[in-house]
């Protein structure tokens, strides 16, 4: 068995309770009234950035949006005007992408633009270019995918939403995160079965808002770790076109929200009509049923409870990985840090 992917991925309880106790203490940089959030990185950090943009708009109320990190300064008018001003959330597990810190060179001086690095890599390269960060060192995956720094900076910029919007009520909520992750992986195998049978030659995963990026980053960890065929989709466009690829060796995998919950029963029959199974992840008690459901034993909004679904969808991408023979800590073509020559 592959050791540092299965550690990684199966102590993400504990890593996600320092993050909340470093959180609780983080001083937030002075902020303009009418400042625009940018949540920018690059692969697995551009698809948290993607979660962590809606989540951050929906609790503030402040505008956010994501972009990968190369759009800042190839175009950087398509991303930032003149008469506004801007907070860019710089995200890179190791500090040194080379994308994310040559945007953060491009906006170095700008009048309108504040930045913030989230990191892995206490002192690394981005910090150099940022006038705060969040620097969760403890997290030291070995692993080649990212795992737990996906779930634990999500969780640190789900913590800053909260602070910036001085909710206490919010912290409280997210404070049961940590619990109830490592409830999730209190029984590790629910999705091995289906990981290991080979009849299932296709996966989609499905899921809109705050979840879309989630539903694209565990498309990348099986993508990463296996390179079988795998996409993500928005709930309700995968009806739009993408659908007509669903047939009896197809898995759909739903991470179902307060927000799509009325509409994703419909989905759901609609998938299995065409022979597809359906995997749902959603809160406990919510009505839903799939061939395989994974609970999250919560009440709260779902969307707080995003980096609690994480480890499971990791664990389908581990399973699968040694399922077809593979070393998930050894992933074909890739390294752990993407620098190239800009």
């Not at 609780?24 to 950090?45: D, Q, R, W």
């Not at 997290?139 to 206490?168: D, H, P, W």
């Amino acid at each position: 068995m592959s050791n540092y992917t299965w550690k990684e991925i199966t102590s993400q309880g504990e890593a996600l309770q320092k993050t909340y106790e470093l959180m609780e203490k983080f001083a937030l940089p002075v902020m303009k009234y009418n400042e625009i959030h940018v949540f920018t990185g690059c692969g697995t950090s551009f698809y948290l950035a993607h979660s962590a943009a809606k989540y951050f708009q929906k609790v503030t109320g402040k505008t956010a949006v994501a972009v990968p990190a190369s759009e800042i300064f190839m175009d950087p008018d398509t991303v930032f005007s003149k008469d506004s001003f801007y907070r860019l959330v710089a995200i890179s597990r190791s500090g040194t992408t080379s994308e994310v810190v040559k945007a953060l060179k491009h906006v170095n001086g700008s009048e309108n633009i504040k930045t913030l690095a989230v990191t892995c890599n206490k002192g690394s390269e981005i910090t150099a270019f940022t006038e705060a960060a969040i620097e969760l060192d403890f997290i030291n995956e070995k692993s080649v995918v990212m795992t737990q720094s996906f779930s634990n900076m999500l969780y640190s910029l789900q913590l800053y939403a909260a602070l910036v919007s001085g909710s206490k009520a919010k912290m409280s909520v997210l404070e049961s995160v940590p619990a109830l992750a490592g409830s999730v992986l209190a029984d590790k195998d629910q999705l091995r079965p289906l990981a290991e049978n080979d009849k299932f030659k296709r996966f989609i995963f499905l899921g809109a808002g705050v979840f879309n990026g989630l539903a694209k980053e565990a498309t990348l960890k099986l993508k990463e770790m296996t390179q079988i065929e795998c996409e993500s989709y928005s709930n309700l466009e995968f009806r739009h076109g993408p659908i007509s690829i669903v047939d009896n060796v197809t898995v759909a995998v739903l991470l179902s929200s307060d927000s799509t919950l009325e509409y994703d029963e419909s989905l759901i029959a609609d998938i299995q009509g065409k022979g597809g199974t359906v995997v749902v992840f959603s809160k406990e008690g919510c009505g839903l049923t799939g061939d395989i459901n994974i609970p999250i034993p919560s009440l709260e909004p779902s969307d707080d409870l995003a980096a609690a679904f994480m480890p499971q969808l990791q664990l389908l991408a581990y399973y699968k990985a040694l399922a077809l023979g593979l070393d998930p800590d050894k992933p074909r073509n890739l390294t752990q840090v993407v620098q190239i020559q800009l």
